[in-house]
């Protein structure tokens, strides 16, 4: 497959369309991560469909001395990779493609949702986010969007934009991808030196410590579901030796701090350690949140749930999420 470099709508728009089009937003420095949302995008579209991927610096997602000017632009490289992953086009747009009028006067507001972690820690960055990506829609006309999961916050305003403004395409959300040491891969980590890499593994350690705390928890409430703590059940399992077990079971799921506080408190742990770090790592934000709207959730929360952070490691922000299920709905405790 040769990969074309578009620079202009007009040229993309000509472009004969036979199947669907899913479109991957990126803005270049493209790794394993991008390809792996240009492969998932190319099984979306199918033979039959086309896989277009943008490459665009959004100068509204920079606050000031954020590295608007230092962030990587390495379009050949970017277009092998493209290439390689199943891309029939790579649209790179000037400035003045995607804001026409200079820097634009109307713009998206990301609301409350957009106010929170990443927005207060960013004034302004989810309002540029939403409004680039609005515009390079638009721009690319596509039937699907393709983002990745790492970027929780972002995926979800944009989620919530596509639905609360009728833009009439599906958006897909693509799992994490990571280093083998586990850390998230992002186009930031290039400026880590091998001390500061060793400091920033903390982001993605925390998040497992959190979670191992999280299917530990549980496996214990699962347990104690199954072993009701009923007399007459705790007799019946005393007769063939069980009732210890049972009794077990339910002290300790009695004895458990809520979920959400205990999974909170096993990452934080492991970041309060980071911090001691030579080089340290300076936490942003430890969160534990429903990912409709990314407010902290309360211990008696059960459903779908976002454990996020964000921290510097030298002059370099990262961020890092994984996604939590807690019990069952309905279920009894």
Known sequence: MTTTVLRTADELHARTRTGRRAVVMTMGALHEGHATLIRTARGIAGADGEVVVTVFVNPLQFGAGEDLDRYPRTLDADVKLAELSGADVVFAPSTDEVYPGGEPQ???????????????????????????VANLLHLTRPDVALYGQKDAQQLALIRRMVRDLNFGIEIVGVPTVREEDGLALSSRNRYLSPAER?????????????????????????????????????????????SRAAADAHAVAKALPGAPSAVRAAARLVLDDAARLSPPLKLDYLALVDPSDFTEIEDDFTGEAVLAVAARVGTTRLIDNIPLTFGTPGAAS
């Open 106 to 132: 109307v713009r998206i507001s990301a609301g409350p949702m957009g106010e929170r972690l990443e927005g207060a820690s960013r004034p302004g960055h989810f309002d540029g986010m939403l409004t680039v």
């Open 198 to 242: 060793r400091t920033a593994l903390s982001l993605s350690r925390a998040l497992f410590a959190g979670s191992d705390r999280h299917a530990a928890q549980e496996a214990l409430r699962a347990r104690a579901r199954e072993v009701p703590a009923t007399h007459a059940r705790a007799e019946a399992l005393s007769a063939i030796g069980e």
